[in-house]
Each structure stands twice: as structure tokens, then as C-alpha cells.
């Protein structure tokens, strides 16, 4: 399986909003709603941000939100705080029991 | 508290075994199923396997189908990654992770340990 492809890199100024998308195919993105997203500071482990395309787990600000369309799900995080620069990676169930993730996007807060 | 301690990591050589360890606490191991993910230092998270809550259903990266096998052991409370004919690419930072999508799996990884690295090299 392959990975999902992410931009390496987004921006944006305090205040904005920046969307980092997540393309797959129609055997794992596009298959079902299982999609979830993770933000990752340096020397860190992952945080769970989003699940089931567009819900939040306790805890996670509304700020960040999530959608999907055919084989491209999104992540966008409006209202950018400082301590919203991280990696972002996205993940997907690629089916038989196999898990795919994006290559992850930098996301630097200007 | 839920908690994820892998260890088992270190420096082994190319074509060699090691097996890694994750001791889970704070939540009902048997209800969850449970994956391991891997990163090379500075690059991206690459699922390796998963196995379900009572270990019937398993699945592999194609980077290690068949050379890495995924088991739990409830009475432990412990899951396990047992790897042969190490090569250089596996050198990774490996995580436990917990999925959130319980008994069956979604791939949601709610909780995470803090990494075991392993380093192939001759």
C-alpha cells in the first residue's frame, strides 16, 4: 500500500486559517470515513486530533476540523495560535486489516 | 491513567532478530486492539501492524509482511513486536499506540507511548 500524499509544508499568520489536505485513493480514503489526523511537536509522540473524518476527541479545540471529499480529506485549523506549529499527519484504513498514514505536513505559524 | 512503556529496542545487526515490548496500564488491555507505528528520526509515522482485541484478526506493512510478527498476551498485559532479518530500514523510533476504535479496529490511536528505538547496522 502506499502512503497518503500531504503538502510537505503550509503556512500562515496568527489569526488565519491554513488547510492541509490529504489525498488517497478510492481503496483507503476514499473507502470509508475511517480518517484520522495527528499532530506531533519535535521529540514527541503523537497527539490524536481528529477522528472519523470530522469529530473531536475530548479536549481538542475547536479550531481544528475536518472534512472529506471523494479521495482527499482535509484538516483546518482556523484561528492559528503560535502553538498550532507542529507536523500534522493524516491516516486511513486501507482495508484488511491495514493502516495507511500521509507523509506529514510541517505547518509553521509566521 | 492509561500508559504505554514500550521497550526492547537497541543495536542489532542486519539479519538479525529482536523482539520489542509494550506494557500497557490504567484501561482494559482486552478491550482494545492495539498497532505499532515506526519513525525514522526527522521523517514521517509509518503504520507497521495491528492485532485485535483478542489477536484474531492481524495485519502488516508490506515493508515487513513476513519477516514481523504481532502478538498480545492479555495476562501481561502486554503487546509484543517480534522482528527477523532485521535490515538498516527498519531503524526507527517504534510506537505503542492503543486504538480508540476498541474491540474493533479503526485505526484511531488515541493513546501512545514514548518510543523504543531500534538501529540495524553493521
Known amino acids: 500500500q502506499s502512503g497518503l500524499t500531504q503538502p510537505r509544508s503550509v503556512s500562515g499568520s496568527p489569526g488565519q486559517s491554513v488547510t492541509i489536505s490529504c489525498t488517497g485513493t478510492s481503496s483507503d480514503v476514499g473507502a470509508s470515513n475511517y480518517v484520522s489526523w495527528y499532530q506531533q511537536y519535535p521529540g514527541k509522540a503523537p497527539k490524536f486530533m481528529i477522528y472519523d473524518v470530522t469529530k473531536r476527541p475530548s479536549g481538542v479545540p475547536d479550531r481544528f476540523s475536518g472534512s472529506k471529499s471523494g479521495n482527499t480529506a482535509s484538516l483546518t485549523i482556523s484561528g492559528l495560535q503560535g502553538e498550532d506549529e507542529a507536523d500534522y499527519y493524516c491516516?486511513?484504513?486501507?482495508?484488511?486489516?491495514?493502516?495507511?498514514f500521509g507523509g506529514g505536513t510541517k505547518l509553521t505559524v509566521l | 491513567e492509561v500508559q504505554l512503556v514500550e521497550s526492547g529496542g537497541g543495536l542489532v545487526q542486519p539479519g538479525r532478530s529482536l523482539r520489542l515490548s509494550c506494557a500497557a496500564s490504567?484501561?482494559?488491555?482486552?478491550?482494545?486492539?492495539m498497532h505499532w507505528v515506526r519513525q525514522v528520526p526527522g521523517k514521517g509515522l509509518e503504520w507497521v501492524s495491528g492485532i485485535s482485541w483478542n489477536g484474531g484478526s492481524r495485519g502488516y506493512a508490506g515493508s515487513v509482511q513476513g519477516r514481523f510478527t504481532i502478538s498480545r498476551d492479555s495476562a501481561k498485559n502486554s503487546l509484543y513486536l517480534q522482528m527477523n532479518s532485521l535490515r538498516p530500514e527498519d531503524t526507527a523510533l517504534y510506537y505503542c499506540a492503543r486504538d480508540r476504535g476498541g474491540a474493533g479496529a479503526k485505526g484511531y490511536f488515541d493513546y501512545w507511548g514514548q518510543g523504543t528505538l531500534l538501529s540495524v547496522s553493521s
Open positions: 490504567g484501561f482494559t488491555f482486552d478491550d482494545y486492539a
Open positions: 491516516c486511513a484504513y486501507a482495508g484488511s486489516y491495514l493502516w495507511v
